[in-house]
């Protein structure tokens, strides 16, 4: 398998899961700015929306949405526990957080990082993220992770976007539970094997 990265962005979460899980997965990086792989090749070739992450599995298309190449990647090895299996409840919990984490946290941040976003729309994100946080932060209460003592794939998203808080300094002293989080994530062999391939260690 290849996956298609930028480090540091929502592609660190799959190459987390890989990871955490054991798997063999071929990083190709891409600029995003360009649109271009490291041979000059043309990235739109390879996804037409031009994002990562991008998975090639070896048939069809790569397959692209953060929120479903994790889950791909965690059910190559269910016994790591990064998915639930398929049906049960405790499945559907982290399905739900893999939804969140993509619509109310990652495309919350996206404003925040193109230099074209009004100061005034880049305020109403920057207010709305906060109280995305103080719902993570709840949820958060008496766990370590969000679905309990389980790390699963959401974590790894979550992980990967929250880590943005730091880099667009938003203040995060009132989420204590959110830095118990980052700091417990943080110190997990398979995310500091992502960091450092991704050179972010
Ligand atoms: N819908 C996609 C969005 C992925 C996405 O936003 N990727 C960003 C990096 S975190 C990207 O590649 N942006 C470059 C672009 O959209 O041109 C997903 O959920 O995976």
Redesign the pocket.
Known sequence: MKLYY?PG???LAPHIVACEAGLAVDLVPVD?ARKTLEDGGDFFAVNP?????ALDIGEGPVL????V?VQYLADRKPESGLMPAAGTTARYRVQQWLAFV?TEL??QF?PLFKPNTPDATKDIQRELLAKRFAFVNGALEGRTYLTGEQFTAADAYAFTVLRWANAMKLDMSAFPNIARFMAAANARPGVAQALSEEGLA
């Open positions: 930028k962005a929502c592609s995003l929306n031009g994002y990562v992450p692209t949405e953060a929120s190449v993509s990652h495309k996206s």
